[in-house]
């Protein structure tokens, strides 16, 4: 097979290997370097593959493993809470940059990605293969270089901890949006009372700034202190509109809200995501602000009515 029969080839694998990267690093890009870097040793190889999707599939898992074990120094000195780079679409399905690359299902929320981030790498990278993916232990073990036994065990542990910390399954988004229309117009009309009406009262808050926007360093935790800290943002820049519209991240109804303090400047843009529970009640919300994880600003600032 020749050099362009192979990168055809290896094309048709592209999407399901950056979807199993991107569950296992929580980064599209980080995902797509990965995924790079193993055609570039596909290109190389001198040997026989046979099969060439679970070829692939081992080469990516090994390469995101190496970077889940070296991610562990550097996620320690992360300035404030970490979340996933988001995957935006807009609601008729289009994504926002390079997320049509992942496909979006339950396991691809926020939450649950979170709760991965918690795993160490072994279990993080058997349950998603496994799991998600349906590998067989004997190629997750050689993943690993371990034993499917062990390969089975890391998948059970991970299976726990995400069926004890991971949210129900969110309502389908017609029905989360409703809710999120009610939430962002309370706090983009300052009304605390209407606000607090949208919160479950265990809700938390996590922001991420990573260094590089204004947040909250800690997680923000019930309604009160939650709704007072939502109605602070949005009074940082007074008497300059903000814009917010409805978006789909990782599957869920999300908001891209953006302010312009200085018209010939760059916007300041915002993922906000409300995770809406069967309650009809807003539980936890991710706000995304480190626009190292917020791909285009600019085609995020025109969904979010720039």
């Given at each position: 097979m020749d050099q362009t029969?192979?990168?055809?080839?290896?094309?048709?694998?592209?999407?399901?290997l950056v979807g199993v990267a991107y569950r296992m690093l929580g980064s599209v890009a980080e995902a797509e370097d990965v995924v790079q870097d193993a055609w570039v040793r596909l290109a190389r190889t001198e040997a026989q593959v046979d099969e060439l999707g679970a070829w692939l599939t081992t080469v990516v898992s090994r390469l995101c493993l190496d970077r889940l074990r070296s991610a562990r120094a550097r996620r320690e000195q992360y300035v404030g809470p970490w979340l996933p780079e988001p995957l935006v679409h807009d609601l008729a399905g289009h994504a926002v940059g390079p997320a049509e690359l992942v496909e979006v299902d339950e396991s691809?929320?926020?939450?649950?990605?979170?709760?991965?981030?918690?795993?160490?790498?072994?279990?993080?990278?058997?349950?998603?293969?496994?799991?998600?993916?349906?590998?067989?232990?004997?190629?997750?073990?050689?993943?690993?270089?371990?034993?499917?036994?062990?390969?089975?065990?890391?998948?059970?542990?991970?299976?726990?901890?995400?069926?004890?910390?991971?949210?129900?399954?969110?309502?389908?988004?017609?029905?989360?949006?409703?809710?999120?229309?009610?939430?962002f117009r309370a706090a983009a009309g300052g009304d605390l009372h209407a606000l607090t009406r949208t919160l479950a009262p265990d809700v938390v808050l996590i922001s991420d700034g990573g260094g590089r926007a204004r947040a909250a360093l800690r997680p923000i935790h019930g309604t009160d202190k939650v709704a007072r800290f939502l109605l602070g943002l949005a009074g940082y820049y007074p008497g300059v509109p903000f814009s917010g519209r409805p978006v789909l991240v990782n599957g869920e109804i999300g908001l891209v809200v953006q302010v312009r303090p200085d018209p010939a400047g760059p916007p300041d843009v915002s993922v906000v995501v409300p995770h809406v529970g069967a309650d009809g009640l807003v539980h936890g919300i991710d706000v995304l602000r480190n626009p190292e994880k917020l791909g285009d600003l600019e085609a995020l600032a025109r969904l979010g009515g720039g």
């Open positions: 029969e192979l990168a055809d080839q290896f094309e048709l694998h592209r999407r399901r691809v929320r926020l939450a649950l990605l979170v709760v991965l981030e918690r795993l160490s790498a072994e279990q993080r990278v058997a349950f998603v293969l496994h799991d998600v993916f349906d590998v067989p232990f004997g190629e997750v073990a050689e993943v690993l270089g371990t034993s499917p036994a062990a390969a089975r065990q890391h998948a059970s542990r991970a299976r726990r901890a995400v069926h004890a910390e991971a949210p129900a399954t969110a309502p389908p988004p017609a029905g989360q949006s409703e809710v999120v229309e009610a939430f």
